[in-house]
């Protein structure tokens, strides 16, 4: 019976010795994996300027310029721990919103259109004040469809709204992503 006690108490020792070890593993071990996409040095790059995007397109829709500069603002504020100011920011984001246009994009039997496609562009200057290697102008855009049978003033918020995160999805990748 003694020789029973002795292996429960070793094996429960064991298993604390264990325990310990995985814990002090996960620990010590600097993985810096985030979901977000972000990978930013926290200790080198503190804040973020992001300038209002203009409205420089031929066709305007007025709300469109308010739904981008919103939308870019919260992606930034949500997915990074960046402080964003005014002026003088670590990294410094700008442009402005360069094309807003449909086109026909399908034409049914009767020899009208049936689809119409809408497309989004924004000229972006990113200018890294840590590293200026990683500084760019380059445009994004977006683009999506609507029948047309509808008015576009019906779907335009909808579609623009659409439009708008799939180009920040973008200009957030291409600045603090480094994928």
Not at 77 to 98: H, P, Y
Not at 125 to 147: I, L
Not at 155 to 161: A, I, K
């Amino acid at each position: 019976m003694g020789w029973k006690k002795c292996n429960k108490k070793v094996s429960e020792l064991a298993r604390i010795i264990a325990a310990c070890m995985a814990s002090f593993i996960i620990a010590s071990c600097a993985i810096s994996y985030r979901f977000n996409g972000a990978s930013i040095d926290y200790t080198k790059t503190k804040t973020i300027q992001i300038d209002q995007f203009p409205i420089r397109s031929a066709y305007v829709w007025a709300p469109m310029q308010s739904i981008f500069n919103n939308r870019l603002t919260d992606i930034f504020a949500q997915q990074t721990k960046l402080q964003q100011v005014k002026r003088g920011g670590d990294l410094v984001i700008s442009g402005e919103i360069t094309g807003f246009d449909q086109f026909n994009k399908g034409v049914g039997s009767d020899g009208y259109s049936s689809q119409v496609q809408l497309k989004m562009t924004v000229n972006v200057r990113f200018t890294n004040n840590k590293n200026h290697k990683e500084d760019f102008e380059r445009q994004f855009s977006a683009t999506t469809e609507y029948d047309a049978t509808q008015q576009l003033v019906n779907v335009q918020e909808e579609l623009v709204t659409q439009m708008t995160k799939d180009i920040t999805d973008q200009i957030f990748n291409a600045t603090v992503a480094n994928w």
